[in-house]
């Protein structure tokens, strides 16, 4: 079946791209011969594995990238864009896989920054723009708010905002909900209707093919590069998408429940403040015992971020004991806890993850340099780093063209790996997984969960924090609901009351 | 492993970068040369010759390089983990100060060399590790304070040498001579071409391996690309930092005793002119990369000495100097958004 639309100039399209081609610098071919076109008012749903070229395809819509062959026409008349002003110009706004709003800066301030045009800024009108903007979206945002004390869903929320304070026709939206809950995605494709339906048209990246399918009118999968089909969503299934999105997934494995042993991790009545002051962890207990996965459920914003980060000692505990391997690590340096048997997937990637402009090698030894054969008397021996990464990438299935690159040049996904990678290699009694499978594609995804299943059942205990409910059910031995910094519920994956943990989320318990 | 060695992209920029103010900075002086009726092309050519016109000339020029390349090497490995240490002028007077005493004290001989030289290291050290411990422990910037620590330095050590290790049997306030016996070896006969810049070449590949080959310099880069990721991953960014700024400190008193022990054999309010400052320009042109750092102190050191002969030999005033580094330190500063400016009107293809 071939849909391959033919005729750029028809009006129905608003992106219309011929023979679109994209090959960097280092020889990666990221785009090949895309011949693509987006309706006026549709929303377009592009599924592909990591590394597939979406982000190319959507940065060169945006301006920000230049083809190197090809042409794109935005409502029928060719543009030829030199920077994203002139996408801008045209009506399109970009939401990127990695925020780029400015942590420390107000919401405020970072929608002024977009605004500010003329050179004059007027944040009366800025607010008043917010405001309009929010309600017409119809969410709850403070304007004072910085965004660093926001949590990761709200955020995201932002980024949309700050788009819509612009006026924009088409919005590329690339994972915008790849740490979003359950609730938040709901929330979020109400957003999406509202807009469509007020005429504007829509590219959504996603890896999740039951998003797709729930939001989209048709859907686009993108395999090495190129267009592998087309297909309006009514005809699409899940399974139909996940074949063509990767080929040959195995059936995810059968999830064998753990067997626990000794109390790994212990918190006691722990008290941690978060950066406003306030008190983010209140009181909490937790146990996390050899060969147990225990999965922290909750609303984005009740002190999971701080629980973590006072584990992993990048945060004051305030009052109460934690101890790891039963070594008190209560606010010991987090080089002692790593050396205790800390491993630590953070959920912001691209802050706390990696060092982007530096190579793979370099960002994969982040937490074994000092050791041999990385380092012995402090001299680096270069030649092990390399071979380490180079291990790690063909391990990990990184798509990486070099194992010296920098990371800045890999895709989403692909810096992902490289983080798990780590953290799964330096031999760690303890690991926390936070957001671990965001942005990787399904068939990543499976073998992370069978990656955090092999580690437990070797004897590690992990603490898994996601927003993504699926996976805290099919991995968990024991879900900690958490909220208002307590842990409010204890459930167990069997026979679980899914209307009740929903409760408990929302402190309803 | 191959394409290591390749030069890299931001390498590549780097280059560029530098070449770019350069070559901007020889236009607007140009300019400026031309409104002053002069002809510019003589006078490089008269700066060239001045720098590098024989054996005597070219040995002023490495002569020079020295102090500015010890202290810029200093400067590049703080600057890499983006510690901005202003102050490497004022730490340059202590260590010579001390390093001094030391010499003077100690008496002639090698133990009377080496021992200044490391309590000049030491005294730069101390200087800077004032400020180190500012910002680490009460968060100060150090932008201020170690600018602020220069002028304490400067005038402290005018007044030892006014009053308290003032040389009996001179007019002016200066300290007395460091024994002879003491001094840095003349390398070449007939010139002023002292061992301490020999020294200073050596410390090329010694930074280099430092930054590129040690888990200290993998440390600085970390801390220096993202302190989050560097805490994240159980660097103790403090120590780091601490230790970055102190390093270049070091390097600073080092440039100063051996500017004492090699040429000026006494330490004077002249001592330096300004090498604490144009270090930072240099180590920013050369990109903080210890080969660009060693390139660009020759240059600016050619421009100091070349601008002395184009000064005598057309009539314009030394002031040129200045001129051309103030020049060169904004282009430098202004090449990254230029260069970035280029890219996105697709002139520039990096
Ligand atoms: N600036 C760059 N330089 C070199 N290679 C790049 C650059 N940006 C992307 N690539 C490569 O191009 C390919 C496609 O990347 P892209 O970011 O478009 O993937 P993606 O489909 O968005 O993947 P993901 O789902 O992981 O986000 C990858 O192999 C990536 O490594
Ligand atoms: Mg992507």
């Known amino acids: 079946m071939d849909n391959r639309p033919s005729d750029p100039k028809k009006e129905d399209y608003a992106i219309f791209l011929k023979e679109i081609t994209k090959t960097f610098p280092n020889g990666t071919v990221a785009n090949f011969g895309i011949t693509l076109g987006i309706l006026k008012g549709e929303v377009h749903a592009i599924l592909g594995e990591n590394g597939a070229g979406k982000t190319t395809l959507l940065r060169m819509i945006s301006g920000i990238l230049k083809p190197d062959s090809g042409e794109i026409f935005i409502d029928g008349k060719s543009a030829k864009m030199r920077d994203p002003m002139d996408a801008s110009r045209l009506g399109i706004g970009m939401v990127h896989q990695h925020f780029t709003l400015i942590p420390e800066f107000t919401v405020r301030e970072n929608v002024a920054l977009v605004l500010a045009e003329s050179g004059w800024l007027d944040l009366k009108k800025v607010d008043a723009k917010i405001v309009e903007v929010s309600e017409k979206m119809g969410i709850e945002i403070d304007p004072e708010a910085k965004i660093e004390n926001l949590p990761v869903g709200k955020r995201q929320l932002v980024e949309i905002l700050r788009l819509l304070c612009r006026d924009v026709k088409i919005l590329l939206l690339d994972e915008p909900t790849s740490v979003l809950t359950p609730i938040e995605v709901d929330s979020f494709f109400r957003i999406i209707r509202d807009l469509k339906s007020s005429g504007k048209t829509i590219v959504l990246v996603t890896h999740k093919m ?16 190129r267009v592998i089909r087309t297909v309006p969503t009514t005809e699409a299934d899940e399974a139909l998408l996940a074949s063509l999105v990767v080929e040959g997934l195995a059936a995810p494995p059968v999830v064998k429940r753990g067997t626990p042993g000794d109390p790994i991790l212990s918190i006691d009545s722990i008290i941690v403040k978060d950066d406003r002051g306030r008190t ?4 909490l207990s937790l146990v996390v015992r050899a060969g147990e996965i225990v999965g922290i459920a909750g609303v984005a914003g009740n002190g999971q971020k701080e629980l973590v980060e006072a584990i992993s000692g990048l945060r004051r505990v305030e009052s109460g004991i934690i101890t790891l391997s039963s070594q008190d690590i209560t606010n010991k340096s987090t080089r002692f806890i790593i050396e205790k048997g800390l491993s630590y997937i953070p959920e912001d990637r691209m802050h706390r993850g990696v060092v982007l402009t530096m190579g793979i090698h370099d960002n994969l030894a982040l937490k074994c340099i000092e050791r041999p054969p990385m380092s012995k008397n402090w001299v680096i021996d270069r030649r092990s780093m390399i071979n380490y990464a ?29 983080i798990i990678a780590r953290e799964l290699s330096n031999g760690g009694t303890f690991l926390i997984a936070e957001q671990p499978t965001a942005g990787l594609d399904i068939k990543a995804s499976e073998v992370v969960h069978q990656r955090l299943i092999d580690l437990r059942s070797r004897g590690a205990g992990i603490l898994l924090v996601s927003s993504d409910l699926d996976e805290i059910i099919k991995l968990s031995d024991r879900i900690c609901v958490m909220f208002g910094g307590k842990i409010v519920g204890e459930f167990f994956p069997e026979n679980l009351d899914l209307e009740r943990l929903s409760r408990a989320m929302l402190g309803a318990e | 492993m191959s394409d290591r060695y390749v030069v890299s992209r931001g390498t590549k920029r780097s280059i560029i970068k530098a070449l770019l103010s350069v070559l901007l900075t020889f236009a607007v002086t140009s300019v400026i040369l031309l409104m002053s009726n002069v002809n510019p092309v003589l006078a490089f050519i008269y700066m060239f010759q001045g720098a590098f016109g024989d054996i005597n000339l070219l040995s002023e020029t490495l002569v020079r390089t020295s102090p500015i390349m010890v202290v810029s090497l200093g400067l590049a490995v703080s600057f890499k983990c983006k510690v901005w240490n202003i102050g490497a002028e004022g730490q340059l007077y202590i260590g010579a100060m001390l390093g001094t005493i030391v010499a003077i004290g100690i008496g002639g001989g090698l133990l009377s060399l080496l021992c200044a030289l490391f309590v000049g290291a030491m005294g730069g050290l101390c200087w800077a590790a004032v400020p180190a411990l500012m910002k680490v422990k009460l968060g100060i910037n150090e932008v201020i304070t170690t600018f602020l620590m220069n002028f304490v330095g400067i005038y402290l050590v005018q007044w030892m040498i006014s009053y308290p290790f003032r040389s009996p049997d001179t007019y002016f306030p200066e300290s007395a001579a460091v024994p002879a016996s003491s001094a840095l070896m003349i390398i070449l006969p007939g010139t002023r071409l002292h061992l301490g810049v020999a020294l200073a070449l050596a410390l090329v590949p010694i930074i280099y391996f430092l930054m590129e080959r040690t888990t200290f310099g993998y440390k600085v880069n970390v801390v220096g690309e993202n302190p989050e990721v560097a805490r994240y991953g159980g660097i103790k960014v403090g120590k780091i930092v601490f230790a970055s700024l102190i390093f270049s400190g070091v390097l600073a008193g080092l440039a100063g005793i051996t500017e004492v022990m090699g ?33 660009s102190s020759i240059f600016l050191a050619a421009i100091m000495n070349g601008s002395s002969t184009l000064a005598w030999a057309m009539n314009i005033p030394m002031g040129i100097v200045d001129l051309m580094q103030g020049l060169l330190f904004i282009f430098v500063l202004a090449s990254e958004p230029f260069i970035r400016f280029l890219e996105g009107r697709g002139v520039l293809r990096l």
């Open chain 1, 210 to 225: 039951k998003e797709a399918l729930k939001i989209s009118d048709r859907v686009t999968v993108l395999r090495g590069g």
């Open chain 1, 280 to 283: 983010a962890v209140d009181g």
């Open chain 1, 390 to 418: 180079e291990r790690l990438i063909s391990d990990f299935s990184i798509k990486a063209s070099d194992p010296c690159m920098s990371v800045e040049n890999l895709s989403g996904g692909n810096i992902q790996k490289l």
């Open chain 2, 263 to 295: 040429i000026q054999y006494r330490v004077r309010g002249s001592l330096s002119p300004g090498y604490g400052y144009t270090g930072i320009v240099v180590a920013l042109l050369g990109n903080n990369n210890p080969l660009g750092v060693a390139l």
